[in-house]
């Protein structure tokens, strides 16, 4: 479909669309409850294997003496990573600095592919076919909720394995001892479903926001999208930046908590 052949809610629709795999077969629309975005999971899995690669080509060029461009950039990355663990994590773990750094490299780069112009690679791939293509997997609410359900599933984890019996406990009497145990119940999973909504939501509501901008300015005439285009997309930057290190800044302090005895 061309943008001339379509209106403007049209062409926004169509860019809001996925490309989805639901059980026997691809599909452009929605095939229910069991359906994959195949968009998400293969630009997110083409990205964690970039970021996969591009690590290991620097540690096997690595060398003691003076370093090359690449490596002292990520060498920049992993101490900024390493610094923000240590001033803000109080335990003993070795996971949470790998973990970070996974997080916020993952997710700034799958944010990056928000400042491709608008409809390079749906154009593209129509050509073969494919309708339908969203190229920023955190303006997928699966994918921003998949990713803070997992940091979730650290968190119950190390709170059991941190505090055992205690972490009955501290939900029982904490903060206004065992007389309001109800209450104290309640504000406790209020607290803790709370984190996953958190980075889910933050995430996913920035992303999306972006990607829609762009989207409208792509509808503007074509010798007026130059400016607001540009000055968005430096604007952009800081946030697909701002985001990721919101999303691992905040799992690094969720896990301090865990860690944390009242």
């Avoid at 941190?162 to 903060?175: A, H, N, R």
């Avoid at 400016?227 to 999303?247: D, E, M």
């Amino acid at each position: 479909m061309s943008t001339q052949a379509m209106t403007t809610a049209e062409y926004v629709q169509h860019h809001l669309n996925h490309l989805t795999l639901g059980l026997k077969t691809f599909s452009f629309g929605s095939n229910g409850f069991w359906t994959m975005n195949l968009d998400t999971v293969l630009i997110s899995l083409f990205m964690g294997l970039l970021i996969v690669a591009l690590m290991r080509l620097v540690a096997v060029r690595a060398t003691a003496g003076v370093p090359g461009k690449l490596q002292n950039f990520v060498e920049i990355v992993i101490a900024f990573v390493q610094k923000s663990v240590t001033d803000t994590f109080h335990g003993n773990s070795k996971l949470i600095a790998p973990l970070a750094l996974t997080i916020f490299a993952w997710v700034f780069m799958m944010n990056v592919m928000d400042l491709l112009p608008i409809d390079v690679l749906p154009r593209t791939l129509e050509l073969v076919g494919f309708e339908h293509f969203k190229s920023v997997p955190t303006a997928d609410p699966n994918m921003a909720f998949a990713m803070s359900l997992s940091v979730f599933g650290l968190i119950i984890f190390y709170n059991c394995r941190m505090k055992g019996w205690s972490l009955v406990k501290e939900i029982c009497t904490q903060p206004f001892g065992i007389y309001l145990l109800p209450i104290n119940v309640f504000f406790r999973l209020i607290e803790e479903f709370v984190k996953p909504l958190s980075l889910a939501l933050r995430l996913f509501g920035n992303m999306f926001a972006g990607e829609l901008i762009f989207i409208l300015i792509a509808l503007l005439p074509w010798w007026s999208q130059w400016l607001p285009g540009g000055v968005w997309s430096i604007f952009h930057i800081l946030i697909i930046t701002l985001q990721a290190f919101i999303f691992m800044i905040l799992t690094i302090v969720y896990l301090s908590m865990a860690h944390d005895s009242h």
